[in-house]
């Protein structure tokens, strides 16, 4: 592109060049061309200057030999006196000199003598002109050129020349005069061609005009030049503003001799300089013509020069195109001669091929050399290039791998065609290859993903079973703690019955946190979120744990995190605690000692774990320790995944740690597992703390809220389920209606509205569930109290129910406290 720019430039300023050398052989061949107009005209002007001053000259000398010999003849003694034969004596000698109109002598009175011809006028005394004036009193004056009169004798303008007659005693004794009329003198220079535009104009020497060939209308009234008289004696040839016409007029101004005369010669400079004019013009033009030649043949040269760049422009641009798509698809190319064995790979097969750039592949040895193909490969690439040379397949199609300069290895897929001779023999190759890595990785990943799917799949559809089974166990367990409740109340403090209903009931809370694992592991829905006191949680887990554990285990705490809070759901914070609790207690067999610590950590900076980062801030660390003999790496690399455990059949799920990950993880934890000295294994769970929150004032053993007569309905499709909510509501002061499905609750309802003061029913119901019913009853009676029971209700779920007008959610197994205050908080507004 550079030297495109600098050829262009190039090319114009030769063509500038070219330009400026016919403006300046025009103007140099114009200058030496007004030089030599100049010159010439200041020669022919100089030269009939002199000329015709010399010849006016001459015409004054004659008439002054004339007056000399006049006088000389008139003075002698010899000379006749009487006028007649002094006239005669005249009229011979004027004729010999034709410019002199009249010669006449004068007396020294002034007074006319005698002429040398008569005029027709008497004699006049010319005492009063200035000739004969200067004469009388200037003995030496000589010759004497009046300025131009009018004659006193003809009445024409005429020019005076006269001579002193001097007497015997040399006194003044008159003139002798000799008269050339001006229209004598413009008679004689009209012969002569001037010019156009030129002039003669004759002056004495004060400026005074006196003959001007052509005349002049426009100088009428003017008969004096000094400007012509001051240019006498300087330069031949001067310039000056002609007042007739105001032009710029060439003069050259001469002397007339000795004579006080002066001859100027004028032309009109513009006329003078007509035929350098004319040339200019002729130069001009041609030189235009010329200038636009070279700047057509600039322009055409530059337009070819631009077709040839739009031209390579879009050769280029379709080559850049080729390579942006050849670069796109990322391809290499080569072509293999196979006669002499000449290869052409392209920079990007060498790339792909692991090639050096250094490196110059220009035989097929070469490539041998210098592309390292896998030797699990090596061969299958061999076979198939012969099997597309023999003609067995209709191309090259084929995958294979190569090492690149930083060692690892990349896939490459090949395609190449044969081209055949008229013989039909093989002679070239060409084959292009694209680098496949990545599309390899992201099938095996792929691959991975779809197996991790299956798997995710499985633990759905297991998630799913367990959560059914959690279900319906749920409703089992409910019954049984029901009904186990009401017998813990009505049994004796301290009697056998009393000790046998508490353990059924201790036993109902494990089987409880047991069922909310599953259920936890089977729900999708996301849990509660509020600020939670978790020293209280891990308080409440120890207090759990301790009586149910053998006199050969012992609990240690450190709990010192006061009032911090953390974000979550209790129960599943519950769950955390517990599993790992239980978790050491089983990880050491038959006696320990399970040391449990909560503290406030601040981190000045992120911190890795083994599951999980932690980013800078306060958190609490949950730390559970166990005296076990410790965790195997085999074990600490699966130990958190659902259901993996190393416990025997029938001794554990393998869900405790993997639903402790869950929750850690989606409350923004991480977990950390360690080997203790001397042995043993430390689980640290750290929560980040969103702030400060009070320990909730323990329960109070007061009544239950107690009914006044409502009457309440209940749906519930497992009849144990219904049978204790009867006689719990009985119990609670209310007058419970129960009815097993949905359908049947309903038709009551809409039979009597206004008989049911509250409803509850489970969510579970075949047919409508429980959900539906509310929508369907709330529908017939705005404002109806209804309450929701289910043992696997998500968040999500549960606010969308209570968005729809349900008072209260009631989780199972039921207790009786949770069902008489939440009925007795749905039935205050009423």
């Not at 319906?472 to 056998?496: T, V, Y």
Request: charged share 20%.
């Amino acid at each position: 592109m550079h030297r495109r720019d600098a050829l262009r430039l190039r090319t114009i300023v030769l063509g500038a060049a070219l330009i400026l050398a016919f403006v300046g052989s025009a103007t140099y061949d114009g200058w030496r061309l007004h030089q030599q107009i100049t010159a010439a005209n200041e020669r022919e002007l100089g030269n009939l200057a002199k000329a015709l001053g010399a010849e006016a000259a001459r015409s004054l000398e004659a008439v002054d030999v004339l007056l000399r010999e006049t006088a000389d003849w008139y003075e002698g003694a010899d000379a006749p006196r009487r006028p007649a034969a002094i006239a005669n004596g005249l009229a011979t000698r004027a004729a010999g000199v034709a410019q002199v109109s009249v010669l006449s002598i004068v007396g020294a009175d002034g007074q006319q003598l005698a002429r040398s011809r008569e005029t027709g006028e008497p004699m006049a005394n010319v005492a009063d002109r200035p000739y004969f004036q200067r004469q009388r009193e200037q003995a030496q004056e000589g010759l004497f050129i009046n300025e131009p009169i009018v004659t006193r004798t003809e009445r024409i303008p005429a020019l005076v020349l006269s001579r002193r007659l001097d007497g015997p005693d040399g006194g003044f004794d008159g003139v002798v005069t000799a008269i050339v009329t001006l229209q004598q003198l413009q008679t004689a220079y009209t012969a002569l061609d001037l010019g156009e535009r030129s002039s003669l104009v004759l002056t004495l020497a004060d400026g005074t005009l006196v003959a001007r060939q052509p005349p002049a209308a426009a100088l009428e009234g003017r008969v004096k030049y000094p400007e012509l008289v001051a240019l006498k004696g300087g330069e031949l040839i001067d310039r000056s503003t002609s007042p007739v016409d105001g032009r710029t007029k060439l003069v050259a101004s001469v002397g007339v001799g000795q004579q006080p005369l002066v001859l100027a010669i004028t032309r009109d400079e513009e006329q003078a300089l007509l035929p350098w004019v004319d040339e200019m013009r002729s130069a001009v033009v041609r030189t235009v013509l010329l200038s636009l030649l070279v700047l057509a043949t600039i322009a055409g040269l530059l337009r070819q020069m631009r077709r040839l760049e739009r031209g390579e422009a879009a050769l280029r641009a379709s080559e850049e195109r080729y390579a942006m798509v050849m670069e796109a698809a990322s391809e290499g190319h080569i072509e293999w001669h196979l006669a002499d064995g000449a290869v052409f790979p392209s920079e990007r097969w060498a790339a792909l091929h692991g090639v050096d750039p250094s490196v110059r592949l220009a035989h097929a040895d070469a490539l041998v050399r210098h592309v390292a193909v896998h030797p699990e490969d090596a061969e299958a690439v061999r076979q198939g290039i012969r099997d597309h040379l023999e003609g067995r397949t209709p191309a090259i199609e084929m995958d294979y791998r190569v090492q690149a300069q930083d060692g690892s290895w990349r896939w490459i897929h090949a395609r190449g065609r044969r081209v055949l001779d008229g013989a039909g023999q093989p002679v070239r190759v060409f084959s292009s290859a694209i680098d496949i890595s990545e599309r390899r990785r992201a099938a095996e990943e792929r691959t991975r993903l779809d197996a991790r799917l299956q798997q995710t799949q499985k633990l759905e559809a297991l998630g799913t079973l367990a959560g059914g089974i959690a279900h319906d166990f749920n409703n089992i367990l409910g019954a049984i703690l029901g009904f186990g409740e009401m017998a813990q109340q009505r049994a004796e403090a301290g009697s056998a019955i009393r000790r046998h209903v508490d353990q059924v009931m201790q036993s109902g809370a494990r089987a409880r946190l047991l069922v909310r694992r599953i259920l936890d592991f089977s729900r999708n829905g996301v849990a509660e979120r509020v600020p939670v006191n978790l020293q209280c949680v891990v308080e409440e887990v120890v207090a759990m744990l301790s009586p149910s554990l053998p006199a050969t285990f012992h609990v240690q705490t450190q709990l010192t995190s006061g009032s911090s809070a953390v974000i979550g759901d209790p129960t599943q914070l519950y769950q955390v605690a517990m599993n790992l609790c239980t978790n050491a207690v089983q990880a050491m067999g038959d006696a320990g000692t399970v040391e449990l610590s909560l503290t406030r950590v601040e981190l000045a900076e992120g911190r890795a774990l083994l599951h999980g980062q932690l980013q800078p801030g306060p958190h609490l660390c949950l730390a559970v320790g166990d005296t076990g003999p410790g965790i195997a790496p085999e074990v600490l690399a699966r130990m958190f995944d659902p259901f993996f455990t190393t416990k025997k059949v029938g001794e554990g799920t393998g869900l405790g740690l993997s639903v402790v990950h869950g929750i850690v993880s989606d409350l923004g934890g991480a977990i950390d597992v360690c080997g203790r000295a001397p042995h043993g294994t430390l689980v640290s769970v750290w929560l980040p703390v969103c702030g400060e929150t009070e320990a909730p004032m323990p329960a109070g053993q007061a009544d239950w809220p107690a009914g006044a007569g409502q009457t309440i309905m209940v749906v519930d499709d497992e009849r144990a389920l219904l049978e204790l909510a009867e006689e719990l509501l009985a119990g609670l002061g209310y007058e419970p209606v129960g009815y097993p499905t949905a359908e049947a609750a309903l038709a009551a309802f809409e039979a009597a509205p206004q008989r049911f003061d509250a409803v509850v029913t489970d969510l579970a119901l075949p047919g409508l569930q429980g959900d539906a019913l509310a929508e369907r009853l709330l529908a017939l009676r705005p404002g109806l109290p209804v309450l929701l029971v289910s043992g696997n209700l998500g968040a999500a779920t549960e606010q969308q129910a209570l968005a729809g007008g349900v008072r209260a959610v009631l989780h199972k197994p039921l207790a009786g406290r949770d069902l008489a205050e939440g009925l007795a908080r749905a039935l205050e507004g009423r």
